[in-house]
């Protein structure tokens, strides 16, 4: 990365920790594969089941890990290998949920995204929530648990939205034996992870390598086994240089959260002061991403100015910013599609800094005066 740039999308990846690269440096020079048999082989699968302990103790989890090559391939083997019901989620979820989900029971969201209420095209059901009679309960429990062969139905819900940093109240879901699939892409390494049955995560978010996550499951029956590495329930020879990165991404992370409150608390009062709209103003959201709609000029001007000017963001999710398609969060949370086709996401990391702030805001209210002039003619 150049040193003049500035790098503000730290939600599509963030750079490696000094002591994640020197652990994965470290760990091509002295690697074996975990499956042979042999001294070396035994080293290598000592070292795996160490990082396999240490990755459980430093995000206080206390089921199992199942090492994947990243959030993506994790949710796959949650959601396509459950052995639940039917499959519950919402519309403002990452790209990777959604493609395995087509005919999944569609939860409604409120104008900042969080869930409400189920919505399915071929029913109409109602989950039971914490003031309903134990009647209603029940009612609500028989619909709940028709899935396949009358198992319970998996909720899969995002922990922080990805575009938006929205952060779902998993805590208040009332389940009612749900099996609770959460996506902590966005906030492993950085929140506490939500009481869930099986949780996804990705080092490249909180300082570790691209290509390597784990699916963190409280039991492996929840599953179907697939053979292989991994207990059985993933194939391919473990990734274990970039295993121990993560873990020591993860072991060296700092909070560093309250610092990125004060800045984007400065950023949304800047934006908002030039004229600005902040995307879920209201709603609880991770401070380190922000987005933020510029009306009048769309986002693929604002990421090409942003970029000539050395300035690295994004416009919603990184997958799907480079075909510049309407976001479908913002379209879910009610937003009109020239008003979306206006928003980009800022996003922060360990090292960003008020001088940061200041760089960006000035950028951004250069473009925001042309653009609010052009509009006004």
């Not at 690697?31 to 990082?51: I, K, T, V, Y």
């Not at 134990?134 to 899935?147: M, V």
């Not at 060296?252 to 030039?274: K, M, N, S, V």
Request: glycine share 8%; with cysteine; hydrophobic share 45%.
């Amino acid at each position: 990365m150049a040193a003049d740039r500035l790098y503000l999308d730290h939600a599509a990846t963030t750079p490696m920790l000094p002591a994640a690269r020197d652990a994965m440096m470290e760990a091509m020079a002295n690697w074996a594969n975990p499956s042979s048999p042999h001294a070396d082989g035994r080293a290598a699968r000592a070292r795996l089941e160490d990082a396999r302990r240490r990755i459980a103790a430093a995000l206080d989890w206390s089921g199992h890990v199942i090492f994947t090559s990243g959030a993506s391939e994790a949710i796959a083997i949650g959601l396509l290998r459950a052995k639940g019901g039917r499959i519950v989620t919402s519309p403002v979820e990452h790209d990777a949920v959604l493609r395995v989900t087509k005919d999944a029971a569609r939860l409604a969201v409120d104008g900042n995204g969080i869930a409400i209420s189920p919505r399915h095209p071929n029913e109409s059901w109602d989950l039971p929530s914490s003031s309903a009679s134990e009647e209603q309960k029940r009612d609500a429990s028989l619909r709940w648990h028709d899935g396949k062969q009358g198992n319970p139905p998996l909720l899969a819900i995002q922990h922080v939205n990805n575009e938006t940093g929205v952060i779902q109240p998993l805590d208040r879901i009332d389940r009612d034996g749900a099996i609770l699939f959460a996506d902590c892409a966005q906030s492993a390494g950085k929140l506490p992870l939500p009481d869930a049955d099986m949780i996804a995560i990705s080092a490249h978010k909180f300082g570790g390598p691209p290509g390597i996550g784990a699916l963190l499951i409280r039991d492996l029956a929840l599953i179907e086994p697939s053979g292989g590495q991994e207990q059985g329930y993933r194939a391919g020879t473990e990734n274990l240089p970039a295993i121990l990165a993560m873990v020591a991404a993860l072991e060296a992370r700092e909070d560093w959260l309250p610092r990125a409150t004060a800045l984007r608390t400065r950023l949304d009062a800047g934006i908002e002061a030039a004229g600005g709209v902040i995307v879920a103003r209201d709603a609880p959201r991770l401070p380190a991403i922000a987005s933020y709609r510029m009306p009048g000029l769309s986002a693929r001007a604002q990421l090409i100015q942003f970029d000539l000017a050395g300035i690295s963001v994004s416009a919603g999710s990184a997958c799907s910013s480079g075909s510049l398609k309407t976001s479908h969060v913002l379209g879910a949370m009610g937003w009109d599609e020239d008003a979306a086709a206006e928003v980009v996401r800022v996003s922060f990391g360990p090292q960003t800094c008020d001088s940061d702030m200041d760089r960006f805001l000035a950028i951004w209210k250069s473009m925001a005066a042309k653009a609010f002039g052009r509009a006004s003619q």
